[in-house]
């Protein structure tokens, strides 16, 4: 973006940006026959804040559901990943056995801030997510939210040299996943902020995991991941925290977030389904 350009834009942005999380909720009947009004309702949700919180009022909700009510946003290309149904969508739930089992979000254990599939390549970028709560823990499993834009935004009003340690294309590599039997994942490496040729939409891959991950040995990019922490950290920043219901689920743009620590108990099964697509929520 030039600097004209990007001055309208981030005006835009913070003009019309939420002020909690209550103005990215929208009440919807079903997942599978949405009104035109409550899909326009969740297109202006994402188109402020790149996501939204739907609260369902019909909780018979599958997989397939979840499939249809993608759809409804032009999100019709999943990211069949390693742990994912033939359908492209999982279960977040706690794994027992199998190969989920060797993965945190299959567990109870807290999730640090990240995007979806950062450890993906360029050509196989995550670009939208749908999760929908089927049933709750006992305790904990709270999710923060933040808006990758206002992430750039932060970080660029602070020192735009920040952007541009970011948009390095050895700035983030996430090493290859390996198991008893060789190689599941090459190495990848690639930039935090990178950008759609024809819309100029922001992009982000990021994860704030300590182990398994490898930063440009760089000052200003320690510099700017450093700072990208505050900005999560910060409690009078603009991320929103909410615990999502039965019936309740998050599409987004692939923002920003992280899952608090959770207990299951009598009656109390965490069960999220979860579908990770290539393409962009539609914006009309």
């Not at 706690?94 to 640090?112: D, F, K």
């Not at 024809?198 to 990021?206: A, D, E, N």
């Not at 009078?236 to 039965?246: A, C, I, N, S, T």
Request: charged share 30%; aromatic share 10%.
């Amino acid at each position: 973006m030039d600097d004209p350009s990007y001055q309208r834009w981030r005006k835009a942005k913070l003009e019309h940006y939420p002020d909690s999380v209550e103005q990215i909720c929208v009440d919807v009947g079903g997942l599978v026959k949405l009104s035109d009004a409550e899909k326009a309702a969740i297109i202006m949700s994402c188109g402020r804040s790149n996501m939204a919180i739907y609260r369902c009022r019909d909780d018979s909700v599958d997989r397939a559901a979840v499939r249809t009510f993608a759809s409804c946003f032009g999100l019709e290309n999943p990211d069949y990943h390693l742990c994912a149904n033939d359908d492209g969508v999982s279960e977040l739930t706690v794994a027992s056995e199998g190969t989920r089992t060797g993965y945190v979000p299959y567990s109870n254990r807290s999730l640090s801030w990240h995007t979806d599939g950062y450890y993906n390549d360029s050509a196989r970028k995550v670009r939208a997510v749908v999760l929908h709560c089927a049933s709750v823990p006992a305790r904990g499993g709270e999710n923060s939210l933040l808006d990758s834009d206002m992430a750039y935004l932060r970080l660029r009003d602070e020192d735009p040299r920040f952007i541009t340690a970011f948009e390095h294309p050895e700035c983030l590599t996430i090493p290859a996943n390996r198991d008893k039997s060789g190689e599941i994942r090459p190495a990848v490496s690639g930039p935090v902020f990178s950008y759609d040729k024809l819309s100029g939409r922001i992009h982000m891959r990021f994860s704030a995991r300590k182990k398994n991950i490898r930063w440009r040995d760089d000052e200003l990019t320690f510099a700017a991941r450093d700072c990208l922490a505050d900005i999560l950290a910060d409690p009078d920043g603009p991320v929103f925290h909410y615990r999502l219901q039965p019936g309740e689920g998050l599409i987004s743009n692939n923002v920003l977030h992280n899952r608090t620590a959770f207990e299951d108990g009598p009656g109390h099964r965490r069960l999220l389904y979860r579908a990770r697509f290539f393409d962009v929520i539609e914006s009309s």
